[in-house]
């Protein structure tokens, strides 16, 4: 199959090119959005930033097909539910993964529900679930009541849920950690990640282990997330009721992957940190106008995260403080901006008004240099 893609010109996707550690069989059909292969980007600036030689470098899973992490674990998830005969695939949401499993679900020419909570998801992601053809259920409640809805929906024949509750999901997403070994020859010393449900962070752990296994690395990363302050129960070590967070995406009082996520963090040595709404929207705002890179709020926590961590030299627990001089740390951006133009259209994203004359244009222009 890979090779017949490649043949005709196609791009592959996760499920090809890391096909001997996945759980999949000649028998599955591969439902894929040629996923995956998402660029590194080095950040002088941050590199600069963080001194000692470090080096920052910027995985941009918002490059993914549906903008967001969320497609390599549903490749995996949808091939299996194809392969299982499921005829409905139901999830629930803070709006990425609702976009990829109604994506994928197309793709697959299986029916896709999705439960978001009320009002809160970004637009964007709403017009995702909707163009790609799911069936689009808002709940009157938080995302972890959405979960639990699709829990007591899981004895119904028929449906699989491709909430990270489904292992496949998992199984797909650790290809991240196999792409920047893969990039970089080695792992890196820091792994610095947003945490919502927690599920990217086993999952990353999980691949960064399995290559190590197989000599692919010589050594393994701390994992360093960071949870939205008003959003925060691994932080705080209690489910949060009423998680509140303009970083919708990670909106969870009680994260899926909590305890798998937890064990990664202690083995690995690294840590779950908390982050503020300001600190995030400062981090999206400098990632846009000094790297040049729009990601959603969300995405932006782990690079606000090493920001604060770098700042905060009392911090002795922190991970940022442990790694060795000319450290390499990769911070991974999981969303596209464009999900959520809302966040930064507000009172200062205001266009110029301008006559349609030239001289009248220079002189604005002069003005606000
Ligand atoms: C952009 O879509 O939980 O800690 O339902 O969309 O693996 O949950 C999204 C989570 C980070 C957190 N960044 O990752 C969902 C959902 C973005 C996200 C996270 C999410 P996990």
Same mark, same amino acid.
């Given at each position: 199959m890979k090779e017949s893609l490649e043949a005709h010109g196609a791009s592959i996707g996760v499920?090809?090119?890391?096909?001997e550690h996945l759980p999949v069989t000649e028998a599955t059909p591969v439902v894929s959005l040629s996923e995956g292969s998402t660029p590194l980007i080095y950040s002088p600036r941050l590199s600069a930033m963080m001194g000692r030689g470090c080096r920052v470098y910027l995985k941009y899973e918002g490059l993914n097909p549906t903008g967001s992490f969320k497609d390599r674990g549903m490749t995996v998830a949808l091939s299996k539910a194809a392969e299982s005969g499921a005829r409905l695939v139901i999830c629930a949401s803070t709006g990425n993964t609702s976009a990829a499993a109604a994506a994928y679900a197309a793709r697959a020419g299986i029916q896709c529900a999705v439960f978001l909570p009320s009002g809160k998801i970004a637009m964007g992601k709403l017009a995702q679930a909707f163009v790609y053809g799911a069936v689009v259920i808002a709940i009157e409640g938080n995302f972890d009541q959405c979960l639990k809805l699709v829990r007591e929906m899981a004895t119904e024949p028929g449906i699989s849920i491709v909430n990270s509750i489904n292992p496949y999901r998992l199984e797909g997403q650790k290809t991240a950690a196999f792409e920047i070994i893969d990039a970089l020859g080695d792992a890196p010393h820091l792994q610095v990640l947003p945490v919502g449900n927690a599920g990217n962070t086993t999952a990353y752990w999980r691949g960064y282990l399995e290559y190590h296994r197989l000599h692919r690395a010589t050594r393994l990363p701390r994992m360093l997330g960071f949870e939205a302050a008003g959003a925060a *129960?691994?932080?705080?070590?209690?489910?949060?009721?009423?998680?509140? =967070?303009?970083? #919708?995406?990670?909106?969870?009082?009680? *994260?899926? #992957?909590?305890?798998?996520? =937890?064990?990664?963090?202690?083995? #690995?040595?690294?840590?779950?940190?908390?982050?503020? %709404?300001?600190?995030?929207?400062?981090?999206?705002?400098?990632?846009? #106008?000094?790297?040049?890179?729009? $990601?959603?709020?969300?995405?932006?926590?782990s690079v606000a995260g090493l920001f604060k961590c770098r700042s905060q030299t009392?911090?002795? %627990?922190? *991970? $940022?403080?442990?790694?060795?001089?000319?450290?390499?740390?990769?911070?991974?951006?999981?969303?596209?901006g464009l999900k959520d133009t809302a966040s930064v259209l507000n009172d200062r994203a205001k266009p110029v008004p301008a006559p349609a004359d030239k001289s009248a244009i220079l002189s604005i222009l002069e003005k606000t240099r």
């Open positions: 499920i090809e090119r890391y096909r *129960p691994i932080y705080y070590e209690r489910v949060i009721e009423h998680p509140e =967070t303009a970083a #919708s995406a990670i909106r969870i009082g009680n *994260p899926a #992957s909590w305890n798998m996520a =937890t064990a990664a963090i202690q083995e #690995s040595g690294g840590a779950i940190e908390i982050i503020t %709404d300001e600190e995030i929207f400062a981090a999206q705002s400098w990632l846009a #106008s000094q790297e040049g890179l729009f $990601v959603e709020p969300a995405s932006a926590a009392a911090c002795a %627990d922190c *991970p $940022v403080q442990k790694i060795p001089d000319e450290a390499i740390i990769v911070c991974t951006l999981t969303g596209h």
